[in-house]
Each structure stands twice: as C-alpha cells, then as structure tokens.
C-alpha cells in the first residue's frame, strides 16, 4: 500500500514511467533495513561498522565485488562520518531504518532503473519527487481529506493492514500501570490516524492503558529540540492549539519536546531523576535520540531477530509464503525472512576478489544496537509474560556485543555458524 500510495503520485503527478505502478511478487526481496540510499549516484549501499561497503546496487541492479571495490574501495565511504552521527536531513544521503520507509526505498530503486533505461542519466533528480510524494500522502491534513492513497484505505479496511494487540501484551501493559508505572505513547503520527491504530488494535478503551499520549511527536526532533523550538500542543477535534509554556499534568498533546515531557514526570512520580524506558523500532527515530539526547534506557524492537528461528530445508524452498507460515506458532503469516539481495542484517563478508580468503564483518546497523539500545527484542510479545523484576542482560561496552539480544543473539554473530547462515 506505502509503495502504491507513492508510486500513483510520481505516475500522476509528476510523469514518471507506468512500469512503476506493477510490482513483481519477488521484487520486496530488495527492502532491507539499514539501507543508505545515495541520492545522487541513484545508489543503494550495505555499509559495515567501520563504514566501508559491504554490497551495494545501482537502482535494483546489484554491484559485483568487483563493481563495488571499484567504486568504493576499502575505505569509509563519503558521507559516513554524518551518517553515523544520525543527522537527520540531508540532500545528499537517506537512510531507510524502518518498515514504514522501505517500500520507497524499492520505489526509488526502481525509478532509477526507469530513469537509465529513457535518459542514460548519471546524476539524478528524483529526491524532490519523493519527498513530494511523501508530504502528499502523509501530510497532517491528508488523514481528514482523505487525501492521498493511503489513509481513505487504511480507513476502509483496517482488518486488512492492522494486526490486533496480544492479550498478553495487553495484560502486561495493564500490569505495568497497576505497578504504579506511568505509561506513554509518544508517535510522529498525527491524533486522527493514532486513534484510528489504537482503536483497531487495543481496542475503544485504548486510553485507559496510557497515562500521556503525545502525536505528531515529530521523532526524532522531539529529544533533539528545546522547549522553545518544540513547544507542545493541546489539541480539540485534532486541531493543534496555541502553544504551552510548560506541561503540567498528564493527559493527550501534540508535538514537544522530552525536557519538558521529563519535568511532568519528575512531578508525577515525585523522583528527582525518574527512570525512562523508550521502546521503540527506528534507530534513526527512536534509539539513537532517546539514548544520546535524553539518556534514557532503550529498547529496540527488531523484527529481524525473527528470521532466526526457522530454518527451511533446501528443498522447501520453492514453497509459498503462505505454506512457509506454519513453522512459526503465533507469528503472522510469513516469518521475517532475510533479503536475498542483501543478506544478514547483522553480519556479511567483506567483498574481495574471487580466491581471496573470505573476513566476515558486523553490519554498521548491528553496530548501532549494541551501541545505542540497552536490550534488543523481536516483539513486545517476546517479553509481555515474564516478571516485571525480570533482570535482562544489556548490551553494555564491556559485555559481548551480543549480551543484550532477547530471547537470544540472531546466529549470524554467534561463532562457527557463520559458514551456514551467510551461504
């Protein structure tokens, strides 16, 4: 639906090629979390945690070793030094972290493929276009214009897009409050779509597990910026209203910034310097602002540690998604399976010549997690059943850089695995 909502606009809008409005069923294997699209070579790069290019592609097309070492050498690629101080915005680069983000990712990918094939380009142009598309879409008016392709259908058909909350995770939530913790719900998402997700998955109570609400939070400015630049909001039938000079008790809010969110909850628990835990499933949105800015614990949700616990037999290969589901329990559908195009997220081999011997290396995005969260989780499932005083081992600088993963490590970093799972 995201790359739908895109590609309608760019074919409509702005004269892009209608090849872009068909997807074929393989061509989702290309989105890959950790991406770095480099916007003005139409390039897509896998970097490692020393920043050099592990594999990269020119629109969809795949780079050879060859290709790669040629373009980028051994060497820190251009833009890493900003890329690794998350810097939010920049013409130059744009790093794909997210679920919701990477349909545009293949978007782009394939824009630049349509792009060679008409006009031989070498430098491209298609960023502002994207952007355009974006703002569309996703604009904080579009939910109640129905404008855009995207949310008069989320509206339609929720059952379709939306998976119900857990009851376990429900109940752990609930547990949690009654603990006497203060619970938030901070989202870059505007009131309307957020009550529209909450409703459809925890239900028309859904306000009674949270005690602060805070929309279009607009991560991960919300850690970064003062009480000035990012004043909050009330809201009445989601409209924002003039600005607060502080935030005084809890309740639903737009915009902010967390120095005054932190006052509130100082006040409301009475600490002088109340424990925050942040979950969250972006290290650009979430992790990296709420560890770096705001000091406080993380907990990265990473769907990726799901691709580790089904191991298909070669033979099965061949088998439809739908099929391939019945290995996992409770998990939706089809488990998170690993791109084929980029392989691990975690782990891959540094691209050498045909005979050279071969040196695995981390991925600068598994870097990030042990550097950035406390624990890394595959769903909030994973942990809704355990004691609240459950003591979880954290990644921490002298620990092994696999310490903080839960249930266990992906098997990509365990030792003497790596031949199987890197094939």
Aim: proline content about 5%; glycine content about 6%; overall charge negative.
């Amino acid at each position: 639906l995201i790359y739908d909502s895109f590609a309608q606009y760019l074919v409509a809008e702005k004269g892009y090629d209608k090849d872009l409005l068909t997807l074929a069923p393989d061509s989702l294997d290309f989105c890959c979390k950790g991406l770095v699209l480099d916007i003005e070579e139409g390039n897509f790069l896998k970097l490692a945690e020393d920043g050099t290019v592990l594999r990269a592609s020119h629109g969809t097309k795949s780079m050879t070793s060859e290709e790669v070492l040629e373009t980028y050498g051994r060497r820190e690629w251009k833009h890493f030094n900003t890329v690794s101080g998350m810097v939010s915005r920049s013409a130059k680069y744009y790093l794909y972290d997210n679920y919701f983000d990477l349909p545009g990712a293949l978007l782009c990918a394939r824009a630049v493929d349509s792009l060679n094939q008409h006009d031989g380009q070498k430098k491209y142009d298609f960023w502002k276009d994207m952007v355009a598309a974006i703002q569309h879409n996703y604009k904080i008016s579009a939910f109640k214009e129905d404008c855009g392709a995207y949310f008069p259908e989320v509206k339609n058909h929720p059952d379709k897009y939306l998976q119900r909350c857990p009851e376990s995770v429900k109940k752990w939530l609930k547990q949690l409050k009654s603990a006497g913790k203060i619970l938030l719900l901070i989202t870059s998402s505007h009131s309307d779509y957020c009550r529209l997700l909450c409703e459809y998955i925890l239900g028309n109570d859904f306000e009674e597990y949270f005690d602060i609400v805070i929309t279009n939070a607009l991560k991960p400015g919300f850690f970064s910026h003062t009480p000035n630049q990012r004043p909050f909001r009330t809201l009445e039938n989601d409209e924002e209203q003039e600005a607060l000079l502080s935030l005084d008790k809890p309740g639903w809010y737009s915009q902010g910034n967390a120095i005054q969110l932190y006052e509130l909850l100082k006040k409301m628990t009475g600490k002088l310097d109340p424990k925050v835990v942040y979950f969250g499933d972006s290290m650009h949105s979430d992790i990296f602002p709420a560890h770096h800015y705001s000091n406080w614990e993380t907990v990265f949700i990473l769907e990726e540690l799901l691709g580790d616990k089904v191991t298909v037999p070669a033979e099965t290969e061949s088998e439809p998604l739908e099929k391939k589901g019945k290995y996992e329990g409770d998990q939706p559908k089809a488990p998170y399976f690993v791109s084929k195009q980029w392989g691990s997220f975690f782990m891959d081999r540094l691209p050498g010549l045909e005979n050279a011997e071969e040196t695995l290396v981390r991925t600068w995005s598994c870097k990030c997690i042990s550097t950035y969260s406390t624990i890394a989780i595959p769903t909030l499932e994973a942990i809704a059943d355990l004691p609240l005083d459950y003591r979880f081992t954290r990644f921490s600088s002298n620990s092994s850089a696999t310490a903080g993963y839960y249930p266990s490590p992906p098997r990509a970093l365990l030792p003497n695995e790596e031949s199987v799972t890197m094939k």
